[in-house]
């Protein structure tokens, strides 16, 4: 074969040329002498038009029976179509069946979420799923070029460890040999400001697990989350940095996946206002605003979904709330100076209603008040040995936050629930596929 293997996604610079593709069949469409198949291949769709006097009778009737999802190799050439979805098609000279498929499980008309998230290896071939993943990818890259051209160091963390970082509550035990529970990490966050006194400023970019039994269209069991941490840093400096890396991930996903988000019929008028200054209000503000649109909110309480969204709706971009109550934050929040019941803590939430999507602070970087705090939240000092070092050799102010990819992904997205943001969701009733 003379002709030259392309993409899909690469059609456009193959007008004329004779081309193969390979992929799969997504859907076809027969009028007699013709069939219009759509092929896809992972970066993208086209259109191949195969008549009857162009590839003979016998590969004409093979593509007669050819099911959803049959993998096959085109051969044909490139031509501009405007009427074509995508602008371009393919007008057949050759077929080859690859691998058959049958009476696929996903068709085009409508099936219920569970059914699909029984076949999530199936169901992210289709097209939303696809544009779903890409815009993911984007984030995720977004998140990498920003730390590493801000001069950060990638230090990973654990995955096995010893203790909770963020509560005892949603921690998974692990049986580690012979006598000993280890648990998923919650957050890699300890470990980061280790790597912080050695390194300056990290991050650390990984699978974090927490065991909520919380049913809610924000939760899973197992997300992906980014952690920056920075020596000789404040609140504001956490925030400012919150904020610079939320705008360069909106603008290069409107940039580098409008396509996408065109597929999933994103309104991207709200995601263009993502602009810098973020507000910031203190969580008194914050409860203030809640109580006078009406909302039964008690002062020291922490926001829930609802709270969030409420809050959220009086700002045309997300807004940072500062300064929780130390009471509903986890035992390294550094007390505000000011006002001793505070924490130097910080939420992002997110327009829209997508709620958190940052939450971070200034850390206690005191010996004797960490000490306290381990005990007050019963934590179990021995395992907290290594941490109390930090403060013993040379501690520094200094802060960090994570970010949810998740969240965000399905921010951008504008989806009704995170579990279509990862390729395999873990959720509370979701261990498969
Ligand atoms: O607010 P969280 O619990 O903060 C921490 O874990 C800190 N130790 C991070 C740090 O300061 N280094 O979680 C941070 C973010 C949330 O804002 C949210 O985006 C995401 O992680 N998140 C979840 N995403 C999906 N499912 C869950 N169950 C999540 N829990 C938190
Ligand atoms: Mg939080």
């Known amino acids: 074969m003379d002709a030259t293997r392309t993409y899909i996604g690469e059609i456009a610079r193959r007008v004329g040329e004779r081309v193969t593709v390979r992929g799969w069949l997504h859907r076809r469409r027969s009028s007699g002498r013709i069939h219009f198949l759509t092929v896809r291949d992972g970066t993208g769709f086209v259109q191949v038009v195969l008549s009857k006097a162009a590839v003979g009778d016998d590969t004409f009737a093979q593509a007669d029976h050819l099911g959803q999802e049959t993998s096959l190799i085109v051969e044909g050439t490139v031509r501009e179509d405007a009427r074509a979805p995508g602008g371009y098609e393919i007008d057949g000279t050759g077929l080859e069946v690859v691998g058959a498929s049958h009476d696929y499980p996903i068709t085009p008309k409508e099936h219920g979420v569970d059914y699909l998230l029984d076949r999530r290896h199936l169901w992210i071939r289709s097209r939303r799923q696809q544009a779903i993943l890409r815009v993911r990818h984007e984030v995720i890259d977004a998140i990498r070029d920003f730390f590493n051209g801000r001069g950060f160091i990638l230090a990973d963390t654990p995955i096995f460890t010893p203790a909770a970082c963020e509560g005892t509550s949603t921690l998974f035990p692990v049986p580690y040999f012979d006598d000993r529970t280890a648990f998923l990490t919650q957050s890699g966050q300890l470990y980061n400001e280790a790597n912080a006194m050695a390194l300056g400023r990290v991050y650390c970019f990984g699978p974090t697990f927490r065991a909520e039994k919380s049913k809610t269209r924000r939760h899973l069991t197992e997300f992906w989350m980014v952690e920056p941490e920075m020596a000789y840093a404040t609140l504001d400096d956490a925030i400012d940095l919150a904020e610079a890396l939320v705008i360069a991930i909106v603008s290069r996903v409107l940039e580098a996946r409008r396509e996408e988000l065109g597929v999933l019929e994103r309104d991207t008028a709200p995601l263009e206002r993502v602009q810098a200054p973020f507000p910031r209000i203190s969580y008194d503000e914050a409860a203030e605003m809640l109580r006078k649109r009406g909302r039964p909110f008690e002062w020291g309480g922490d926001f829930g979904g609802p709270d969030e969204t409420a809050l ?102 504008g989806l009704e629930h995170v579990r279509e943001t990862i390729p395999y969701p873990r959720m509370l009733y979701r261990l498969t596929p």
């Open 312 to 413: 959220a709706e009086s700002f045309d971009r997300p807004v940072a709330v500062h300064r929780f109550p130390s009471s509903t934050k986890a035992f390294y929040m550094k007390p505000d100076p000011e006002r001793a019941e505070l924490s130097l803590s910080v939420d992002v939430l997110a327009p829209e209603g997508y709620g958190e999507i940052v939450g971070g602070g200034q850390r206690l970087d005191d010996y004797d008040l960490l000490l306290e705090r381990i005990a007050a939240h019963d934590l179990p000092r021995e395992a907290f040995e290594w941490y109390l070092d930090l403060r013993r050799y040379g501690t520094v102010p200094h802060a960090g936050f994570g970010m949810g990819v998740e969240r965000v992904v399905a921010w951008l997205c």
